[in-house]
């Protein structure tokens, strides 16, 4: 019935499916607009894969029905923020707040709601920093305001959390081996956290080091 309630409104469906298509199209390309700057003048990518997703209708009918929402365009509009889904993996901890700080700079973007699941990690181990934001898009005749939700994750949050995903539609283990695999997946995940603090601070030694021969090999000045 929801199904048909949701295809029922067709036209205006498609229309709007197509501008969070647009606003997902506006965040990629900050996001390698911003890659491509950071690799001119640092010489390394920050950011390892972007992907985009938009929420299929089943499962934007599953969050209205968890919510108790109608089922209209303007329900849907303002209640479910991740209907556009952008995910940046980045390579280190730092380069995931360096890009979250530049795009929430940039003044036509505005923050609706952020959760740093990375200082405050879920119980059962999940980070990520989440960003919920609004972009504009430019269409024919209008400019019309878009929310959308950034997940940005190093590659080690992303590696869990796709295994994570996928084990929890492993629906039938025995509570025993659930509680097993619950205990193994967190402590996993507290491996990928030591993983990624250790990476980082290879990098932030290595670069040091850059910063102080670059500064050693600069030309001195004539005493
Ligand atoms: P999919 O397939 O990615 O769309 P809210 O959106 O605020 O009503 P919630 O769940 O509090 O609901 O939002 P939150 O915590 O920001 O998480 C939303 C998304 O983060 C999820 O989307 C996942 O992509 C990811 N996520 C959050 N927690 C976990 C976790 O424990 N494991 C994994 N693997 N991913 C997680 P969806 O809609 O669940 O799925």
């Known amino acids: 019935h929801s199904i048909r309630a949701f295809q029922e409104l067709s036209s205006s469906t498609r229309d709007l499916m197509s501008c969070y298509r647009c606003a997902i199209m506006e965040i990629e390309t900050k996001f390698r607009v911003l890659n491509e700057r950071f690799s001119l003048q640092h010489d390394r990518n920050p950011i390892d894969s972007i992907q985009s997703r938009l929420k299929s209708p089943d499962s934007i009918l599953d969050k209205m029905l968890r919510k108790k929402l109608p089922f209209t365009l303007e329900a849907i509009e303002n209640n479910i923020f991740d209907i556009a889904g952008i995910r940046v993996v980045c390579s280190f901890v730092d380069d995931i707040y360096m890009l979250a700080d530049c795009l929430l700079q940039q003044d036509d973007i505005t923050l609706i709601e952020r959760k740093d699941y990375i200082k405050n990690p879920k119980k059962n181990g999940y980070r990520s920093l989440h960003l919920i934001i609004e972009v504009p898009i430019f269409l ?75 500064k050693n090999d600069s030309p001195k000045k004539p005493s």
């Open 140 to 214: 024919q005749n209008e400019k019309k305001i878009m929310k959308a939700e950034v997940q940005l994750r190093t590659i080690a949050m992303e590696f869990w959390a796709n295994l994570e995903h996928q084990l929890r539609y492993k629906k039938d283990l025995s509570p025993e081996l659930m509680e097993q695999t619950s205990y193994q997946l967190s402590e996993c995940a507290r491996l990928s956290a030591v993983l990624d603090e250790q990476m980082q601070a290879i990098r932030d030694i290595i670069e040091k080091e850059e910063d102080s021969s670059e």
